[in-house]
């Protein structure tokens, strides 16, 4: 059960949360989550974004929820619905896959073919205290029916930039796709990424959610983008991609 009491933030924590702000109306807050925050949970005993949505708490004493989630090294574009109703429209239109999540990654050498669909069934393993996911037969007992697309944008002799598209939404699922078809995404060791790229150190996974389009609770569809950050950018930019 999550706690609902309102946390104490800072008032850099607030600045900073503030900042990450790409769209808000009166239903809906897009936020652009930087690299190294956990979105909720998690056993670091630090503020999660979760946390940090209290800086936008209303009069009525709520504040908004997350809507899904990214992991804790990916950076990008999330949704938090501000009122009940809008929370419960975006959740069923999540349920019924009318997201549509654009990510971009670097990878170290171009997939072949450059583009596809992997289809590939995943199984959650835990290994300690460590949570992974595996590709596994369709059949296989835990296997939940796991599906990505992928498209090669540009690459070059250090490396490929490639956008990835979920149409389902497991744990780890574009790391774990990409390193079923050989191109696991550089700074990800965990499913056997590359720490270096274009010469120069990965300070974490070259995992960004770039674009969500999704429909909005007063009508019609919406897409919010999130501007590469500067850690991506600059490999991006030392590969020539």
């Known amino acids: 059960m999550t706690d609902r009491s309102p946390v104490s933030l800072s ?3 607030t600045a900073a949360v ?5 769209h808000e109306d009166p239903h809906i807050l897009v936020l652009n989550k930087p690299a190294g925050l956990s979105s909720q949970g998690g056993r670091i005993r630090a503020h999660t974004l979760d946390d940090l949505l209290w800086a936008f708490m209303r ?3 709520k504040r908004p929820e997350l809507v899904h989630r990214l992991d804790r090294d990916t950076s990008g574009v999330i949704l ?3 009122t009940k109703p809008a929370a419960g429209f975006l959740g069923k239109a ?3 896959r009318r997201f549509k999540k654009t990510y971009l990654a670097l990878v170290a050498a171009a997939p072949e073919p450059r583009s596809g669909t992997i289809d590939a069934p995943l199984v959650r393993q835990e290994i300690g205290r460590e949570s992974y996911m595996r590709v596994c037969a369709f059949d296989a007992p835990g296997a939940q029916g796991s599906q990505s697309r992928y498209r090669t944008l540009s690459a070059s002799e250090d490396g490929a930039l490639v956008e990835l598209e979920p149409l389902t939404g497991r744990m780890h699922q574009l790391r774990v796709h990409m390193a079923h078809i050989g191109r696991p995404l550089v700074g990800d060791p965990r499913y056997g990424g590359a720490l270096t790229f ?3 150190a990965a300070p974490r996974l070259m995992l960004h959610a770039a674009k969500l389009a999704f429909p909005h609770p007063e009508g019609g569809d919406r897409t919010v983008e999130a501007p590469l950050p500067a850690d991506f950018d600059a490999l991006r930019q030392a590969a020539e991609l």
């Open 18 to 22: 503030r900042s990450w702000v790409l």
């Open 59 to 61: 009069s009525n004493g």
């Open 11 to 13: 008032e850099d924590e």
């Open 80 to 82: 938090a619905a501000k």
């Open 198 to 200: 274009a010469g120069r």
């Open 94 to 96: 999540l349920q019924m």
